[in-house]
């Protein structure tokens, strides 16, 4: 079901594979997220929050970085390795990484059993990349 702006049942909606290896995502919010098959998404101008779920040894790949946005995860249930930059942690329940805008970073799960996070995304507008020069 979806109100204006409160989703309900996010981890009732259709998952998809969304290229890493393990996963599955559920759109909450985002850019042209609300569609006939994602019901209940709503849509936003730049921030996109997803719930994510990787299978036992999931994995994001090799690692990545990104120019216009910055990234955050919270953890909900198990076990995940996020390495941002240089740093490399292991992090659980309760527990959240915040990843800057153009820094390298990869995570996987590394528990026994599944990996689900919330997985926030937010562009950041040319304006605020000039300014942080």
Known sequence: MTDTYCVRGCFDQPAENHG??????????????????RPAAINSEGLTIHTNE????GLSGD?????????????LEGEMEVTVGEETRQIG??????????VFHKHSNIGNGPLKFL?????VPDSAREASR
């Open 54 to 57: 990787y299978e036992v040894g």
């Open 93 to 102: 329940p309760g527990d959240s990484v915040f990843l800057p805008r153009g």
């Open 63 to 75: 690692g990545h970085a990104h120019s216009d946005q910055e990234q955050a995860f919270y953890i």
């Open 119 to 123: 997985f926030i995304s937010a562009m």
């Open 20 to 37: 890493h290896p393990g996963s599955k995502s559920r759109v909450v919010l985002g850019p042209n997220a609300h569609r006939e098959d």
